[in-house]
C-alpha cells in the first residue's frame, strides 16, 4: 500500500423506523504515513463517525453499508470491515488509538488512572510484570507533562482537572505505539492555554513516535496549527480536500470560505462576527442537488437540481462546487 490507510466508497446509513437513512456518501480518504491530516466541518456533518467506522465502534442501529478501509499494519495488509470482532479487538489500542470527544466520559470513575493504564497494556502484552507496566505508564505520564505522575496514577479521574484528563487520554491512546491516532475533538471544553499545550505535545510526539495523527475538529485555528492536509466535510459529504495551505490561502468551495470567514470576521474593520445562515441538513433530509445550496450566497438554478462532482481544480485540490466544474455526480 501507498498511504497508511486508505478509504474507499464508504457508505454509512441508520434506522429511522423502517426507513434507511444515508448519513456519509462516497467518502475517499488517503491518510499518509507519518502524516497529520485534518478533517473539519460543523457539528452532525460525519466527522466523528467516519473516525469510529475505522475502528468498528459504530454505535446501533448505524452501519456501514458500502466501501472498503484498507490499513497497512506492522505486519500485513488488511480491510478493517472484514475483520472479525476478535481481530479488530487485537488492532483496536496497538495498531490504531482514538482519543475521544470528552475525557471526563471517556475514563471510567470507579477506577484509578493506573488501573486503566495498566489495563491498555496488558489486554495487548499479557507476558508484562505489574512493575514494567508500572514503568512504562509512569514514561508515558512524563512524556505528556503530567506534573507528579506518581500522585496521578493513585487518582481517580474526578480528581482531576479537565486538561490533566485530556493528557491522560493521549498518554493512553499512545501506550502501545500505535501508527495511527485518530483525535475527535481533542481539545474541546479545555482553556486556551492548556489547548495550546495539547496541540504542541501531539505534534511532539508525531515526530517522536512517527505516528500519523487523524485530527476532527470544527476548530480551523487547530487544523492551521497541526495539519498538512485537510478534508472538509459537508452533510456526509466531503465538499473540499487539499493541503493546509490551499486550504487557507486558495480556498475553493463556499462552505470552506464561510467557515474561514467566521474565524477571520472579528479581526476585520467591522469587528462584526460573520456566521454562515441555516443549519447542516439533517441525515436523509438533503435536497437532490448539492447539500450547501440553501445556505449558499453563490447558489445558482442547477446546483437545487444537481449534485456536483467532487473534481480536481487544481493538482492534489478537489472540490464539489459548480463554480469550478460542470460535472455532475451520475
Not at 8 to 15: E, G, H, V, Y
Not at 213 to 219: A, P
Not at 282 to 310: H, I, N, T, V, Y
Request: aromatic content about 4%.
Amino acid at each position: 500500500m501507498k498511504n497508511l490507510l486508505e478509504i474507499r466508497n464508504l457508505k454509512i446509513t441508520t434506522l429511522r423506523g423502517r426507513e434507511t437513512v444515508h448519513l456519509l456518501n462516497q467518502v475517499d480518504l488517503d491518510i499518509r504515513k507519518k502524516c497529520s491530516f485534518g478533517i473539519v466541518g460543523e457539528s452532525g456533518c460525519g466527522k466523528s463517525i467516519t473516525a469510529n467506522a475505522v475502528l468498528g465502534l459504530l454505535p446501533y442501529p448505524l452501519r456501514v453499508s458500502e466501501g472498503s478501509i484498507r490499513y497497512e499494519s506492522k505486519n500485513d495488509e488488511m480491510d478493517l470491515l472484514s475483520l472479525d470482532a476478535k481481530a479488530l479487538r487485537a488492532v483496536r489500542g496497538r495498531e490504531i488509538s482514538m482519543i475521544f470527544q470528552e475525557p471526563m466520559t471517556s475514563l471510567d470513575p470507579i477506577f484509578t488512572v493506573e488501573m486503566q493504564m495498566f489495563e491498555a497494556l496488558s489486554f495487548h502484552h499479557p507476558e508484562m510484570s505489574r512493575s514494567a507496566m508500572r514503568e512504562r505508564a509512569l514514561e508515558m505520564l512524563h512524556r505528556v507533562n503530567i506534573p507528579r505522575p506518581e500522585q496521578t496514577l493513585a487518582s481517580y479521574p474526578h480528581q482531576l482537572s479537565g486538561g490533566q484528563l485530556q493528557r491522560i487520554m493521549i498518554a493512553i491512546a499512545l501506550i502501545n505505539d500505535p501508527r495511527l491516532l485518530l483525535a475527535d475533538e481533542p481539545t474541546t471544553a479545555l482553556d486556551v492555554t492548556i489547548q495550546a499545550q495539547i496541540l504542541r505535545l501531539m505534534n511532539d510526539l508525531k515526530e517522536q513516535n512517527d505516528t500519523s495523527i487523524v485530527m476532527i475538529t470544527h476548530d480551523l485555528g487547530v487544523i492551521a496549527e497541526t495539519c498538512e492536509e485537510v478534508a472538509v466535510f459537508y452533510a456526509g459529504q466531503i465538499v473540499e480536500q487539499a493541503d493546509v495551505a490551499a486550504i487557507f490561502h486558495e480556498t475553493a468551495h463556499p462552505y470552506t470560505h464561510g467557515l474561514l470567514q467566521a474565524v477571520t470576521s472579528l479581526g476585520g474593520a467591522e469587528r462584526k462576527l460573520y456566521t454562515i445562515p441555516g443549519i447542516v441538513p439533517p441525515g436523509g433530509q438533503w435536497s437532490r442537488g448539492c447539500r450547501f445550496a440553501d445556505r449558499c450566497s453563490r447558489c445558482m438554478e442547477k446546483c437545487k437540481e444537481m449534485m456536483p462532482a467532487l473534481t480536481e481544480v487544481s493538482p492534489g485540490h478537489r472540490c464539489r462546487c459548480f463554480l469550478h466544474s460542470e460535472e455532475a455526480e451520475s
